[in-house]
């Protein structure tokens, strides 16, 4: 058991890790709300849920880490929906990207160090928003696929720390994070395990002193 243990451990690999956030870090716009807004120029179904989008927003100022209103804000959505608009909206969002991001990534990996995104976002919209940025890994929210409204798992807060972690096991990396991007401080949590923190200011891309 103890030369087990031995060889375990010294399969693991130390990584200097940088941490990119996505809304309002790489691009200027939220593409959950932007995605919505979307729909709703392409359908008539969200509007008929606009009642239901009201009371969810509502809860957003309640309780801003809740899952419930995140989930019913966007209970409209179906996974025809989701194939029918996604492709022409992902190609039109690109557009919202602030010019240094790919660069900058661009420019971590240059310098030896493992670049990961890590957003809220949802898997129907975010790996292909940024499929030509060469990132070393993606997470963000997992969907539902026969209800793209509903998360399996919410990549945000805390929850951005705990993806980075299972991601670093699954890799058997001791991740040391050097940097991280972000322009809120709901990402505190991923901030905070960083040894340097960038602000970014979400509307004009540019670097802001703190939070």
């Known amino acids: 058991m103890p030369a ?29 709300i932007e995605f919505a807004k979307y729909c709703a120029r392409h359908s008539v179904r969200p ?24 989930e019913t804000i966007r209970r409209f959505m179906t996974p ?46 975010l790996p292909a928003l940024v499929r030509d940025i060469k990132f070393d890994a993606v997470m963000c929210s997992q969907m539902d696929p026969a209800r793209p409204w509903k998360f399996k798992y919410l990549c945000w807060g805390g ?17 040391r994070v050097v940097r991280s991007y972000s322009d809120s401080r709901a990402d505190l949590p991923m901030m905070e395990i960083a040894a340097e923190r960038v602000w970014v200011d979400r509307k004009t891309g540019l670097r802001k002193a703190s939070c």
């Open 47 to 70: 509007w008929l849920y606009m009642p239901v989008i009201g009371a969810a927003t509502i809860g957003k100022f309640i309780n801003p880490a809740g899952l419930w209103w995140r």
């Open 159 to 175: 929850n951005k720390v705990r993806a980075l972690d299972d991601w670093a096991k699954s890799k058997k990396y001791i991740p």
């Open 80 to 125: 025809e929906m989701v194939k029918k608009f996604a492709p022409a909206f992902i190609k039109q969002h690109r557009r919202e990207r602030f010019g240094w991001a790919k660069e900058q990534v661009a420019a971590e990996r240059n310098a030896g160090r493992t670049v990961v995104l890590i957003s809220a976002a949802p898997d129907y919209l």
């Open 4 to 32: 087990l243990f031995i060889k375990r451990f010294v399969m693991l690999v130390k990584k200097d890790i940088v941490v990119f956030d996505f809304d309002g870090t790489l691009s200027a716009h939220d593409c959950n």
